[in-house]
Nanobody, 124 residues
Framework: QDQLEESGGGLVQAGGSLRLSCAAS????????MGWFRQFSGKEREFVAT????????YYADSVKGRFTISRDNARNSVYLQMNSLKPEDTAVYYC?????????????????WGQGTQVTVSS
């Protein structure tokens, strides 16, 4: 079964850091663009960051540029999201995503696989 599993969420104080991980199992996702989305309570899921299959192309939402960094390790079939300078408004459920149509397509919601999500809570 092809699936994505997130880990690394939790509670952190404002200004702190967290690193989210997403481990893929089943198929090899090395040829998929990978991304992170988040969903605030009562809101629709929104794009956070995406990375091409090679790691050479990345896109970020304006709200996280300069604070978050997406990376991947194809040998480990994993993608990561390093989140620094966290703010209370970053509090959300974060989802890992994989898409076969490229990083830009993923950023626009072109996702073939979703993870179950991990909660990130930033206290003020």
């Amino acid at each position: 079964q092809d699936q994505l599993e997130e880990s690394g969420g939790g509670l952190v104080q404002a200004g702190g850091s967290l690193r989210l991980s997403c481990a893929a199992s089943g198929r090899t996702f090395s040829r998929y663009s990978m991304g992170w989305f988040r969903q605030f309570s009562g809101k629709e899921r929104e794009f956070v960051a995406t990375i091409s299959w090679s790691g050479g192309i990345t896109y970020y939402a304006d709200s996280v540029k300069g604070r978050f960094t997406i990376s991947r390790d194809n040998a480990r079939n994993s993608v990561y999201l390093q989140m620094n300078s966290l703010k209370p408004e970053d509090t959300a459920v974060y989802y890992c995503a994989a898409g076969s149509k490229g990083a830009l397509a993923v950023s626009r919601g072109g996702v073939d696989y979703w993870g179950q999500g991990t909660q990130v809570t930033v206290s003020s």
